[in-house]
């Protein structure tokens, strides 16, 4: 069903579905297939919640028409918009404590009030598109490195899709997968949401690409680094001089740690890290696991974009004892591993990922569950 979507520059990331589709199929998931009670009171309690706010004061969603959630980061806004198609027309700018209507549009900010400045801005920003939106699937628009991407997240009983327009990136050098692998370009957004403050922060500016093998984590008693991943990772710079600057910031942040040759002492854990080409920095948490003769396994990939292994590994923490228990009082950190945990497999072509689930686990039941506690957080 071909249906019209906003757009806006300022959307980092923006999911449009069919809500009527979306719904008939939940209902379908939830009442004959999994047959969940104790899920579906949770997910009646968070609809009542939601509903008593009463603040889109009546304006009805039109279920035919397409659904779709937007991630604004802007001087004007910042936050997340949900915007719909309503039953009733409003013939004038309509604004309200927590929306703005022009016309049939209704955009919606869930968080926090609207000025009219903002709504103001909203409208005059957003432009218009139409997408082919079928049952069981997601269109995405997300902007990468300043470019707009567009893929489609679609599912049947227990794999999950999430197909792009074909990758386009060069050949080039990454590490030989296992465990959880993932390589790519490096999104420069997530180097804007990390604080200056963060010293870590310091190894990414000027970063090109990314190759990550991950194995686990566990916690620690020390103070500094309580945390301590169990990784190898192969660092693409700009250009030589954009890695020596990583290098030397470095060591000049962390200047009380023991820094000798190719190792620094990091809380219980030896970092190795070497110099595999002018441009790029190999590191690893454990030399004689990851790289026992001092040369890192490497491989070539035709894309850059590579993305396999188990993903539960991204939510293993070894040896927690009693940090363990209150890590899993964390609701969002509990239904993250309990969907990760639910995977039971992951790759990558050039045209998206695949990940498949364990037998048993429905996709569309497991994503719901995770999506109501994130939204309760």
């Known amino acids: 069903m071909e249906q019209r979507i906003p ?30 009670q104790a ?61 703005v209507q022009l016309g049939n549009d209704v955009f919606y900010s869930p968080v926090k009030p609207l000025t009219s400045k903002q709504a103001l801005w909203i409208l005059n ?27 489609k997240i679609q599912w049947n009983k227990n794999e999950l899709q999430y197909v792009t ?14 465990y959880f692998h993932y390589s790519n370009q490096f999104p420069r957004k997530i180097l804007n949401d990390i604080p200056l403050k963060v010293n870590m922060r310091t190894m990414l500016v000027s970063l090109e690409q990314i190759s990550l093998n991950y194995e686990s984590g566990k916690l620690t008693e020390d ?11 192969l660092l693409t710079y700009k250009d030589p001089a954009a890695m020596e600057r990583a290098i030397q910031t470095m060591k000049s942040v962390y200047d009380s740690l023991d820094w000798k040759g190719q190792s620094v002492k990091m809380g219980t854990q030896d970092i190795f890290f070497k110099r595999t ?13 990851f790289c026992p003769n001092g040369n890192p396994n490497l491989t070539r990939s035709n894309t850059g974009f590579l993305c396999k292994g188990d993903i539960g590994r991204l939510t293993s923490i070894k040896n927690t004892g009693w940090a363990g228990l209150v890590l899993d009082m964390i609701p969002a950190f509990r239904a993250s ?12 072509s ?13 996709v569309l039941h497991e994503l719901l569950k995770t999506l109501v506690v994130y939204g309760q957080e």
Request: proline share 4%.
């Open 165 to 178: 327009q074909e990758i386009k990136t060069k050949q080039t050098v990454i590490l030989s997968p296992r």
């Open 350 to 362: 050039k045209n998206g990922i695949e990940i498949t689930f364990k037998p048993g686990k429905a």
């Open 223 to 233: 103070q500094q680094f309580p945390f301590a991943p169990s990784f190898e990772a």
């Open 337 to 348: 591993k309990e969907l990760f945990d639910g995977t039971k497999n992951v790759s990558s």
């Open 39 to 99: 899920f579906l009171n949770q997910l009646h309690q968070f609809k009542s919640s939601i509903g008593s706010k009463n603040e889109l004061e009546g304006i009805n969603v039109d279920l035919n028409q397409a659904m779709s959630l937007l991630l604004i980061n802007s001087e004007e806004f910042q936050g997340p918009l949900i915007h719909y198609y309503a039953e009733k027309s409003s013939t004038k700018k309509k604004p309200g404590k927590h929306y």
């Open 125 to 151: 920003q957003v432009k218009w598109t139409s997408k082919s939106i079928s049952s069981g699937q997601f269109i995405v628009q997300q902007r990468l490195n300043g470019e707009l991407s567009e893929g």
């Open 7 to 36: 757009l806006m520059k300022e959307a980092s990331f923006e999911l449009s579905a069919h809500p009527l589709s979306l719904i008939k199929e939940v209902l379908s998931t939830e009442l004959f297939e999994v047959k969940n």
């Open 277 to 289: 080409s002018p441009k790029t920095l190999y590191i690893c948490s454990n030399q004689k696991q």
